[in-house]
C-alpha cells in the first residue's frame, strides 16, 4: 500500500500563488508516475498535470499551462505543484495519485492506483 498525503491548500487571492505538496509512504517512490486531479463542486475530477517516475516528463492540462508547474523530489517522496496567477475558476479540491503503469495514458484516471484524500483550493475575487 502506498499512502498519499496533500498539504498546501487554503484560501488565496485571485493573482496569487500556492505550492501544493504530496508526501508519499512507501519505499518505492521513485517507481510511480505522479499526477495532480482537482474537482470543483457539481463537476467531474478532471485532469491537471502529470510527472514521470524520473521527473524528466510533464504533463498539463490547457487550462493550468503557463500558471502550474508539476516537480518531484524523489529523495523526499514528495511531489509538487506550483500555482501561479491563480483565478476563481481554479478552485476545487486538488487531489494526488499514483500509477504503478509503465505504460499509462497520464491524464487518464482509471490509470492512478493510489489516491490522496484531497486539499482544498480556494481562489477569490
Known amino acids: 500500500q502506498v499512502q498519499l498525503v496533500e498539504s498546501g491548500g487554503g484560501l488565496v487571492q485571485a493573482g496569487g500563488s500556492l505550492r501544493l505538496s504530496c508526501a508519499a509512504s512507501g519505499r518505492t517512490f521513485s517507481s510511480y508516475a505522479m499526477g495532480w486531479f482537482r474537482q470543483a463542486p457539481g463537476k467531474e475530477r478532471e485532469f491537471v498535470a502529470a510527472?514521470?517516475?524520473?521527473?524528466?516528463?510533464?504533463y498539463y492540462a490547457d487550462s493550468v499551462k503557463g500558471r502550474f508547474t508539476i516537480s518531484r523530489d524523489n529523495a523526499k517522496n514528495t511531489v509538487y505543484l506550483q500555482m501561479n496567477s491563480l483565478k476563481p475558476e481554479d478552485t476545487a479540491v486538488y487531489y494526488c495519485a499514483a500509477s504503478r503503469s509503465i505504460y499509462y495514458t497520464h491524464y487518464a484516471k482509471d490509470e492512478y492506483d493510489y489516491w490522496g484524500q484531497g486539499t482544498q483550493v480556494t481562489v477569490s475575487s
Open positions: 510527472i514521470s517516475r524520473s521527473g524528466g516528463s510533464t
